[in-house]
T-cell receptor, first 113, second 115 residues
Framework: AQSVTQPDIHITVSEGASLELRCNYS??????LFWYVQSPGQGLQLLLKYFSGDTLVQGIKGFEAEFKRSQSSFNLRKPSVHWSDAAEYFC???????????FGAGTILRVKS | DTEVTQTPKHLVMGMTNKKSLKCEQH?????MYWYKQKAKKPPELMFVYSYEKLSINESVPSRFSPECPNSSLLNLHLHALQPEDSALYLC??????????????FGPGTRLLVL
């Protein structure tokens, strides 16, 4: 069965510092992977996705993620965090066929000024 | 445009009430989803509609009744809910479902409180 692990429940970074949010997945075949962001009380906004091809994917708001098959990871990065990035971030994996996304538990990002 | 809209934004209902949540998308997507999200938890899939037919029901209690009247509209009818059903209800849509890798786009959600 598919699973997604986000090891960090909370992360606090200073504004302007770099950010890396970790995501590890367990899936037998080639997964497709997503990062979503959720501000308090809001829906999920798609940041970026990996389906195939280039393992470094660029997303919105200056985020990028790198797919590493050997490490079963899809970590999210941003070189310089802004206060408005404070939110909860969810990594999700989808199957080769079908539409049932499996979400990680989420990582809450706090940005300190 | 990747917009999914949901109404109402907030809903308070008693345990004997009947209410409905509404979701719309005009992206031509043929798959639509209902998720339930409790506080500090990830979304949990409830239902999937594909080409206006129910394709997945994740063993959701019958007090939740989904309906897909057309390809743009998805409703969730609520009846005799329990306080533990209080949550954020998210709607999502994708271009198709089942046979290809698809991206799901989410609406802003309806915050439901059951008293």
């Amino acid at each position: 069965a598919q699973s997604v692990t986000q090891p960090d429940i909370h992360i606090t970074v200073s504004e302007g510092a770099s950010l890396e949010l970790r995501c590890n997945y367990s899936y037998g075949a080639t997964p497709y992977l997503f990062w979503y962001v959720q501000s308090p009380g809001q829906g999920l906004q798609l940041l970026l996705k990996y389906f195939s091809g280039d393992t470094l994917v660029q997303g919105i708001k200056g985020f990028e993620a790198e797919f590493k098959r050997s490490q079963s990871s899809f970590n999210l990065r941003k070189p310089s965090v802004h206060w408005s990035d404070a939110a909860e971030y969810f990594c999700a994996v989808g199957p080769e066929y079908g539409n049932k996304l499996v979400f990680g538990a989420g990582t809450i990002l706090r940005v300190k000024s | 445009d990747t917009e999914v809209t949901q109404t109402p934004k907030h809903l308070v209902m008693g345990m004997t009430n009947k209410k409905s949540l509404k979701c719309e998308q005009h992206m031509g997507h043929r798959a639509m989803y209902w998720y339930k999200q409790k506080a500090k938890k990830p979304p949990e899939l409830m239902f999937v509609y594909s080409y206006e037919k129910l394709s997945i029901n994740e063993s959701v209690p019958s007090r939740f009744s989904p309906e897909c009247p057309n390809s743009s509209l998805l409703n969730l009818h609520l009846h005799a809910l329990q306080p533990e059903d209080s949550a954020l209800y998210l709607c999502a849509s994708s271009r198709t479902s089942g046979y290809t890798k698809e991206t799901q786009y989410f609406g802003p959600g309806t915050r439901l409180l059951v008293l």
